[in-house]
């Protein structure tokens, strides 16, 4: 079992900046893809971006340019920086993990861009 606890979440304005971050248990951190996904209220949950362990990434159409993930395996860490946020990106944002059959999700942190 994989615990993931993300913080970092907050409320910022339009053109703002937020870093989340995604802590996991457990040692086999560097083997599993870990993404990023936001629901927002009345959606369904979307991909944001994800890592894959050997470093690919993938980002939604509508954060490329301006969300970067990273990982660092030694903190058992993945990163999603978040910039010219926009009233759009506002949700709840969860953490990932995933490996062959094994899924498993943060509880989420929310991310409100308002004025």
């Known amino acids: 079992q994989v615990q993931l606890v993300e913080s970092g979440g907050g409320l910022v304005q339009p053109g703002g900046s937020l870093r989340l971050s995604c802590a996991a248990s457990g040692s086999l951190f560097s083997i599993y893809t870990m993404g990023w996904y936001r629901q927002a209220p009345g959606k369904e949950r979307e991909l944001v971006a994800r890592?894959?362990?050997?470093?690919?990434?993938d980002y939604a159409d509508s954060v490329k340019g301006r969300f970067t993930i990273s990982r660092d395996n030694a903190k058992n860490t993945v990163y999603l920086q978040m910039n010219s946020l926009k009233p759009e990106d506002t949700a709840v944002y969860y953490c990932?993990?995933?490996?062959?059959?094994?899924?498993?999700w943060g509880q989420g942190t929310q991310v409100t861009v308002s004025s």
């Open positions: 890592i894959t362990s050997g470093g690919n990434i």
């Open positions: 990932n993990a995933r490996v062959v059959t094994m899924n498993y």
